[in-house]
């Protein structure tokens, strides 16, 4: 157990609607990452989080966003959703950003199927 | 990019150790060298991680070339459960790890 949560753990959707995903990082972590997995792309890195700012964007779509709250939860909200985005989430976190030396836990990931 | 390069799968049989490869032949001086595996319907769980030295730990041992461009992931026996998609990822200055295709092992009873 990675100590990170990701809820939902499924979501089936329709194109055009919008979903928000959740994430609570592992008990001291302060950095939060996002990550979307589809078959033919791989890992893709979205964006990071650190102690409630947005520290890095990676390949996210603008119908995309992402949000660190002051308890530290991250929730990434995906809107107009096409079929496209049909793809497993991940979120991890760490303890600080930036350095090299530290370890990504991730959660068990969230199954977006659009239709 | 990823900055790293395996080999796309590799086989073993169960009990026998596995040697996975990964080149890194762009690492700066400051970049600590990780390896991450993703068993299916998980996330990618860390294994190792190293800068100069060999490392080892409950899960595996990680061998570093001396000039540091390659590095060798080591399960020393092989066990069904470790059939996974193995990552290795350089991680420097911004700190953001970029996951290639990463190598997929498969573990033969």
């Known amino acids: 157990d990675s100590g990170v949560t990701q809820t939902p753990k499924h979501l089936i959707t329709a194109t055009g609607q919008r979903v928000t995903l959740r994430c609570s990082p592992r008990s001291g972590d302060l950095s939060v990452y996002w990550y979307q997995q589809s078959l033919d792309q791989g890992l893709q890195f979205l964006i990071q989080?650190?102690?409630?700012?947005?520290?890095a964007k990676g390949n996210i779509l603008e119908r995309f966003s992402a949000q660190q709250f002051p308890d530290l939860h991250s929730e990434l909200n995906l809107s107009s959703l096409e079929l496209g985005d049909s793809a497993l989430y991940f979120c991890?976190?760490?303890?600080?950003?930036?350095?090299?030396?530290?370890?990504?836990?991730f959660g068990n990931g969230t199954r977006l199927t659009v239709t | 990019d990823a900055k790293t390069t395996q080999p796309n799968s590799m086989e073993s049989n169960e009990e026998e150790p596995v040697h996975l490869p990964c080149n890194h032949s762009?690492?700066?001086?400051?970049?600590?060298i990780h390896w991450y595996r993703q068993l299916p319907s998980q996330g990618p769980e860390y294994v190792i991680h190293g800068l100069t030295s060999n490392v080892n730990n409950r899960m595996a041992s990680l061998a570093i070339a001396e000039d540091r461009k390659s590095s060798t992931l080591i399960l020393h026996r092989a066990t069904l459960r470790d059939a996974a998609v193995y990552y290795c990822?350089?991680?420097?200055?911004?700190?953001?790890?970029?996951f290639g295709r990463g190598t997929s092992l498969i573990v033969h009873p």
């Open positions: 989080y650190y102690n409630g700012e947005e520290r």
């Open positions: 762009t690492i700066s001086g400051t970049d600590y």
């Open positions: 990822i350089r991680t420097g200055g911004s700190y953001i790890p970029t």
């Open positions: 991890a976190s760490s303890a600080h950003p930036g350095q090299g030396n530290r370890a990504l836990h």
